[in-house]
């Protein structure tokens, strides 16, 4: 019995001591981040001015010894387009977005914004000129003010109209802090950090207020809506539609009714746009696997109101 007891104690002490050995390892051996500016850049002002995309033969892994997340993925995106992606799990619906964003680089292929290569932009440059409100939306210590404007650029006449515009007036309003008399809302309301205080709903309804202060060209909204109600749903969507009309969305949505109102839909599947074109055309093809996902969620939806 000892030495069956100082096995398992040197298992445990091996299993301690090897694995954070093994993370620092992996740690050391990542690849640095690409430059967050580049010097002598051409980029204007302005960009991306109209919010053209394109995906041109653009592949991308998450790590050497495993699939492609997305392969050999052509799509252009017009100015102003709405355009909705789905699949299922794993079907490299949010690869793209980790592309666009360059958190993972490109292994082959490109993608260009108005023309522009992303590949030659700083990463700071490239994101700070994108706009986009994830699953898990990030939220601060600190004011709403802050929230909404954390490079402080904007007045609060501007914040007030976006808090007014996002549908979030009744939910900031408090006793306390600077308000606004016609609007009765309160920039100075506290934020925990995470936006702990608030609903997933309401984290996510601050995030697309922050847009529209901000006024991106190119947005995407990646699964803004998975965790929330479907009366905030609607009402992100409103928003989208009516204050973001001029900008690019790329709404990537594992609840299909999200991104019925686009203009076009991508359909994702193992890493690759297996169709693409207007929400009716996709849905009215029964063999197509949008079609498919449709009846399959409606099915679901069927059982759980039984």
Known sequence: MPII?????????FINNVYPIQEVYDKAH?????????????????WPEHGQVEFRNYSMRFTAKQDRALADVSLQIKSGERIGVVGRTGAGKTSLSLGLFRVIEAESGSILIDGVDIAQVGLHDLRSRLGIVSQD??????TLRFNLDPLQRHCDRELWEAVEAGGIVEMVECSRGRHDPERGCCLGRFVECGGRNFSAGQRQLICLCRLLVSR????VLDEATANIDSETDSLIRRVVQRDFRHSTVITIAHRLESVLDSDRIVVMDNGRVVELGPPKELASNHNGLFS???AAQKQREKHQQQ
């Open 137 to 142: 939306p990030a939220l601060f210590h600190g």
């Open 5 to 13: 007891s100082n096995l398992a104690g040197i298992r445990q002490l």
């Open 30 to 46: 990542m690849e640095a981040e690409a430059p967050a500016h580049v010097e002598n850049s051409e980029l204007t002002a302005d």
């Open 292 to 294: 498919q996902l449709l």
């Open 216 to 219: 991106r060209q190119v947005i």
